[in-house]
């Protein structure tokens, strides 16, 4: 089994939305990405799409949910803020199926140091993209093997 830890497409500038920044959507190129994403995922047998409640992260695993014709379940325990140990504990509470959690950069950041320390990724180059994302191979509800995925 698998989780599939995408970071979020690219978004607008944070410095220039006046708005709410849990309601900053995905630019066109931000769009783009999460539509490859969805190509990209599409064939593999994900069986539950949980995302922060953000909004340039749920657009970012919308086309995947309408390709494979699964709900996204908002989850604050992947908010920015939350920690790479919320992506841990959701690891072990879905152990045995296939994920898909989209999530933020510091969220993604917090988690590869995590994967650094147990020797699962070496440090250089450990990337953190916008729209990348990383496979995290599961056993019994811990982390077997990552493999880094680029952004589309």
């Known amino acids: 089994m698998a989780a599939y830890v995408v970071r979020h497409a690219k978004a607008g500038d944070r410095d220039a939305w006046k708005a709410d920044d849990r309601l900053r959507p995905l630019t066109m190129s931000g769009r783009r990405q999460a539509e490859e994403l969805a190509e990209a995922l599409k064939e593999e047998q994900i069986d539950k799409i949980l995302s922060s409640p953000y909004v340039r992260c749920m657009q970012t695993v919308e086309p995947l949910a309408v390709k494979l014709n699964l709900p996204i379940e908002p989850r604050n325990d992947l908010e920015e803020g939350a920690g790479g140990e919320s992506v841990i504990q959701l690891i072990k509470e879905f152990k045995g199926r296939t994920t898909v959690f989209c999530t933020h950069g ?34 019994d509800g811990k ?3 990552a493999k880094y995925l680029p952004a589309p």
Do not use: F, H, K, Y
């Open 106 to 139: 510091d969220v993604v950041e917090e988690l590869v140091e995590q994967l650094i320390a147990q020797g699962l990724v070496s440090p250089a180059p450990a990337s953190n993209e916008m729209g990348g994302t990383w496979v995290l191979d599961e056993q």
């Open 143 to 145: 982390i077997a093997r």
